[in-house]
């Protein structure tokens, strides 16, 4: 099973642009579906965005138009890139890969928009 370790996070200004990376600890190439999730305190996780190993991707409506999934699997890496930021994209955000055997969560980076 890999291991997934997000980067990236931090604290932005409102209308500003932040970049996050999922670097995986081995090959991706089986994970056929992988995703970002984001978590605030006291509210279940909520999916933002995914995609397959085909490239199709699909956004939550609260950030489509906004940010952009993205993946490589010759590096093993996944991607989002977030612009526009508003306050409610503050969260802790999480990497997640899906392959038919297994499922893989990161430890989560934090993402802080300032008003």
């Known amino acids: 099973q890999v291991q997934l370790v997000e980067s990236g996070g931090g604290l932005v200004q409102a209308g500003g642009s932040l970049r996050l990376s999922c670097a995986a600890s081995g090959s991706i190439f089986t994970y056929n579906w992988m995703a970002w999730y984001r978590q605030t305190p006291g509210k279940q996780r909520e999916w933002v965005a995914s995609?397959?190993?085909?490239?199709?991707?699909n956004y939550a409506n609260s950030v489509k138009g906004r940010f952009t999934i993205s993946r490589d699997n010759s590096k093993n890496t996944m991607a989002l890139q977030m612009s526009s930021l508003k306050s409610d994209d503050t969260a802790v955000y999480y990497c997640?890969?899906?392959?038919?055997?297994?499922?893989?969560w990161g430890q989560g980076t934090q993402v802080t928009v300032s008003s």
């Open positions: 995609i397959t190993s085909a490239g199709v991707s």
């Open positions: 997640n890969a899906v392959s038919p055997s297994r499922t893989s």
